[in-house]
């Protein structure tokens, strides 16, 4: 089935580093790519998504592409800041397994020290 | 209001205790979903809803038990529960249409059973 591998967290990082979190994934068809960011003691909320190769999703910062070749989707932002710190998620949508169906990675959780 | 609802926030049960939690999303969307997030495991998915029909229950236990009155309501009735499923459960919902799958969620209710 389908399956969605991020990097382990946690990542800790410094106000205005440069951040990457790797996602790679595995699709019976062709996938639309998520990343969905919660907040501590929130829900999970939309960060970006790309929906077919070579799309860029964009959002507060945060980048990603959607690399077919390579099977990525790794999130980039230049410069993080504190309000940043939370847990990300990769995730995807394949209508080959049911356009209802979110596959998840396990979250990698980014902590940002001033 | 506006999103996805959730109530109650947090909630101490026994095990013997029968509750329930309660979701509503104020999105105009066809499909409604029931998630478990627990402490170092990926998101899983318990239950999906689409036009008010049950289209997947991954073998979730029988202690769990859904209900979807309307496009816009849904709940999750709890008896009989072990610590074990002490959790975040996370209500989600979607338009359903071909293509991508674009979720929304609720803030969630923090279980706990003692």
């Known amino acids: 089935g389908d399956s969605v591998t991020q990097m382990e967290g946690p990542v800790t990082l410094s106000e205005e580093a440069f951040l990457t979190i790797n996602c790679t994934y595995t699709?019976?068809?062709?996938?639309?790519l998520f990343w969905y960011v919660q907040y501590p003691g929130e829900g999970l909320q939309l960060l970006l998504k790309?929906?077919?190769?070579?799309d860029k999703g964009s959002n507060k910062g945060f980048e990603a592409t959607y690399r077919k070749e390579t099977t990525s989707f790794h999130l980039e932002k230049g410069s993080v800041q504190v309000s940043d710190s939370a847990v990300y998620f990769c995730a995807l949508s394949d209508e080959a397994q049911g356009a209802q169906k979110l596959v998840f990675g396990q979250g990698t959780r980014l902590t940002i020290n001033p | 209001e506006t999103g996805v609802t959730q109530t109650p926030r947090h909630l101490v049960m026994g095990m013997t205790n029968k509750k329930s939690l309660k979701c509503e999303q104020h999105?105009?969307?066809?499909?409604m979903y029931w998630y478990k997030q627990s402490a170092k495991k990926p998101l899983e998915l318990m239950f999906v809803y689409n036009f008010k029909e049950q289209t997947e229950n991954n073998s979730v236990p029988s202690r769990f038990s859904p209900e979807c009155p309307n496009s816009s309501h849904l709940f999750l009735h709890l008896h009989t529960l072990q610590p074990e499923d002490s959790a975040l459960y996370l209500c989600?919902?979607?338009?359903?249409?071909?293509?991508?799958?674009?979720?929304?969620f609720g803030p969630g209710t923090r279980l706990t059973v003692l």
């Open positions: 989600a919902s979607s338009q359903v249409t071909t293509g991508h799958n674009e979720q929304f």
């Open positions: 999105l105009g969307h066809n499909a």
């Open positions: 699709a019976t068809g062709y996938p639309s």
């Open positions: 790309a929906t077919k190769a070579d």
